[in-house]
């Protein structure tokens, strides 16, 4: 029995290492293309963003708030729009925010952003923390691929 002692020391020793350097990496996250449609509504408007993480550790939006009013996190399930607690942003992925697709909701709108504002907005991460951003207020019909 006293021969099993080193081997497993030594694999315990090495696992411990190695789940010490999982832990020292972690996402890295990047936000890009963010616009907001100008709202047609005076109460809702909607949100689209690209994050992407460049590191080995995955990670989650947990919520999003922005002085316009409340925002939540939604996704299509079979065409239809549902609200989400939370969407993961994989370890060299990306979580992709864009029409018929993911996208923020802004309801109870305090004031209806006009083309050419910038909206506030913070992403909160389970594990990177918050990342605020600006969104542009693009026209109502704007398309990211085109420009217009």
Excluded: W
């Excluded at 010490?20 to 809702?44: H, N, W």
Aim: hydrophobic letters at 40%; one cysteine or more; a positive charge.
């Amino acid at each position: 029995m006293r021969r099993l002692v080193a081997p497993v020391a030594v694999l315990t020793g090495a696992l411990i290492l190695a789940g010490c350097g999982s832990e020292a990496s972690k996402a890295e996250l990047s936000v890009s293309g963010t616009y907001m449609p100008q709202p047609v509504s005076d109460s809702m408007a909607a949100g689209f963003l690209t994050v992407t993480n460049k590191g080995d550790t995955k990670d989650e939006l947990t919520s999003v708030t922005s002085d316009v009013g409340e925002v939540t996190l939604h996704t299509e399930v079979k065409e239809a729009m549902v609200q989400v607690e939370s969407l993961d942003v994989p370890a060299r992925g990306q979580l992709v925010f864009k029409s018929s697709g993911n996208h923020l909701m802004f309801e109870k709108l305090k004031r209806k952003p006009k083309q050419g504002e910038m909206v506030s907005v913070k992403l909160h991460f389970a594990e990177s923390g918050t990342v605020t951003v600006k969104m542009p207020v693009k026209s109502a019909t704007y398309n990211p691929k085109t420009g217009h």
